[in-house]
Every structure is written in structure tokens, then in C-alpha cells.
């Protein structure tokens, strides 16, 4: 499994966009890249996946680039609820199942 | 829809004694992790199952630790004996189809003491 690398906090301006990343230099062609966060203690939140094109849902967008070695996650504009712990993964396609975390960024966004 | 539901959320017992975490997974889904999560090592993956069966248990910390799955909607964490170390949160997970994300459940604080 590929190994990631994130900054260990960064902080955003409440309204503003929040931009988050992750390096995985060594990703495999089959690997996809997910994104959870934790607010607290409660369970880590699923936010967005994706492979190699660019992703958007109602939470967030998901920027990879081209060759893969790195990607961000964009919150368009963070609000107080959206500080927490944002974890960057990547995971094998076939096989196994396993995540493996890292110790994260802790996004605090700022009134 | 019903999301992984863990119990109890919290558990308070004295050092030696028997501790069983309790967790339902998403109804269809067929892969079931547990987590465990304390401040000096983040969030660790003990074991998890795929159809029932146990795949990978290398992150199970000793042989005071077990895990089962008797059926596809019910899994349970047994420590015995517990030790003040193992307190910690711990997280069940599950999943369906390949490539698709986990879910957790909300954890189940656990304090040894």
C-alpha cells in the first residue's frame, strides 16, 4: 500500500476555500486515493474517492493530478463545522481491503 | 438508511476483567473491519473479514485479543484479560463492493482501569 504524506495542520478563514494536500508519490496505477475526516473523537467520515480524474459531490472536490503522485482536497467554503482531522488514503483496488492511516491534517477553520 | 452501529459507546471496567465490543455493520455489506485509536499510535486497523471470515489479523495486538463474526450482521471484539493499556477508542467499519469507501461507526470509548 502506498504511503502518504500531509501537512500536520493548516488553518482557513471561515467562507473561504480550504485546500488540502497529499502526497503519494509512490501510488500504484490501481490504487485509488480516499478522503475521511474525524471531528473529535466520533468515527472518520468518508468525503470523497477517486482514481484519476477529477471528483466533486456535495462535500467536497477531490484534484488529482496527472501522474498521481499528488492530490487536494478542496472544501469551497469551510465553515466552523468543518474543523477536524482530514486523513488522506490510498488503497489497493484488488486484494486487500486494508486502510492505512496517517496522522492526518488538522484543518481549524477560523471565524 | 441505518449506519454501523457499535455498542456500547462507552465502557469503564477494572484491570482483568472480561471486555466484549459489539458491532453491526451496514445491512449488505460484506467486509467488516475494527480499528483501534489512541494518541500515541492514531488510528490502527486490528483485524478484519470478508464474508464472515477473518483475512488479515496481523494487527491484532496479542493473544488477549479476539474477534468474530458469526454471521453477516453481527461481529464482536472480546479482550480478556483487559490491561490499562488497551484503553482506547475502537471503531468498527464495513464496506461492500471493491473500491467502495468505509464506513465507520461512532467508536466505542473504552477505559481500563
Known amino acids: ?111 | 438508511d441505518a449506519g454501523v452501529i457499535q455498542s456500547p459507546r462507552h465502557e469503564v471496567t477494572e484491570m482483568g476483567q472480561e471486555v466484549t465490543l459489539r458491532c453491526k455493520p451496514i445491512s449488505g455489506h460484506n467486509s467488516l473491519f475494527w480499528y483501534r485509536q489512541t494518541m500515541m499510535r492514531g488510528l490502527e486497523l486490528l483485524i478484519y473479514f470478508n464474508n464472515n471470515v477473518p483475512i488479515d489479523d496481523s494487527g491484532m495486538p496479542e493473544d488477549r485479543f479476539s474477534a468474530k463474526m458469526p454471521n453477516a450482521s453481527f461481529s464482536t471484539l472480546k479482550i480478556q484479560p483487559s490491561e490499562p493499556r488497551d484503553s482506547a477508542v475502537y471503531f468498527c467499519a464495513s464496506t461492500g463492493q471493491l473500491n467502495q469507501p468505509q464506513h465507520f461507526g461512532d467508536g466505542t470509548r473504552l477505559s481500563i482501569l
Not at chain 1, 470523497?48 to 482536497?73: C, F, P, V, W, Y
Open chain 1, 1 to 111: 500500500d502506498a504511503k502518504t504524506t500531509q501537512p500536520p495542520s493548516m488553518d482557513c478563514a471561515e467562507g473561504r476555500a480550504a485546500n488540502l494536500p497529499c502526497n503519494h508519490s509512490t501510488i500504484s496505477g490501481n490504487e485509488y486515493v480516499y478522503w475521511y475526516r474525524q471531528i473529535h473523537s466520533q468515527g472518520p467520515q468518508y468525503i470523497i474517492h477517486g482514481l484519476k480524474n477529477n471528483e466533486t459531490n456535495e462535500m467536497a472536490s477531490l484534484i488529482i493530478t496527472e501522474d498521481r503522485k499528488s492530490s487536494t482536497l478542496i472544501l469551497p467554503h469551510a465553515t466552523l463545522r468543518d474543523t477536524a482531522v482530514y486523513y488522506c488514503i490510498v488503497r489497493g483496488a484488488s486484494g486487500t481491503y486494508k486502510y492505512i492511516f496517517g496522522t492526518g491534517t488538522r484543518l481549524k477553520v477560523l471565524a
